[in-house]
């Protein structure tokens, strides 16, 4: 090995590795309601014939203004990113294919879409607030034949700092 080398070798193993970024579960208890009220829109065969074999099991669920609150306190100065996520599994539904949820922001946070088993960037930057907080307005789409009850969509949250 060549003094070169060898030198290379010594600083590689001296100098520090960036540390992988640790999802931290953020507090959203201060959310005003834990539970969303949900309006469901079933797809009716009677009002076209013109629909397709999924437009007819599709049903569409909207909650309008649902307020998240979330503790980033302890985060605050520090460049992060915020992820919403929505377990694998979610009971009522048979297959993770059976639901898909997109919703619009009214403020920090990014607008954007899930599916049970992801976790996607709802905010990216310079936390400056002890408390973070925005109005998402969800649509839920859901197959109708991938359930098997009422589904119950549950999501969190997590924090990465960068």
Do not use: C
């Not at 979330?70 to 996520?85: C, D, K, P, S, W």
């Not at 049970?116 to 607030?129: A, M």
């Amino acid at each position: 090995m060549s003094l070169r080398a060898t030198w290379f070798f010594w600083l590689l193993l001296i100098l520090p590795l960036p540390a992988a970024a640790q999802a931290i579960p953020l507090d959203e208890s201060a959310s005003p309601r834990q539970r969303i009220q949900a309006q469901a829109d079933w797809f009716d065969a009677h009002r076209s014939f013109e629909l397709s074999h999924d437009e007819l099991n599709r049903i569409v669920a909207r909650a309008d203004a649902v307020e998240v609150r979330l503790n980033t306190a302890a985060y605050v100065g520090r460049q992060a990113r915020i992820f919403l996520v929505v377990p694998a599994f979610l009971p009522g539904l048979v297959s993770e294919a059976g639901m898909r949820m997109s919703w619009s922001t009214r403020g920090h946070f990014a607008p954007g879409a899930i599916s049970p088993g992801q976790r996607v960037v709802l905010f990216s930057g310079l936390v400056t607030e002890p408390e973070m907080s925005d109005f998402l307005d969800l649509s839920i789409v859901l197959d109708s034949r991938l359930m098997s009850g009422a589904v119950n969509v549950e999501m969190s949250y997590e924090i990465e700092l960068q």
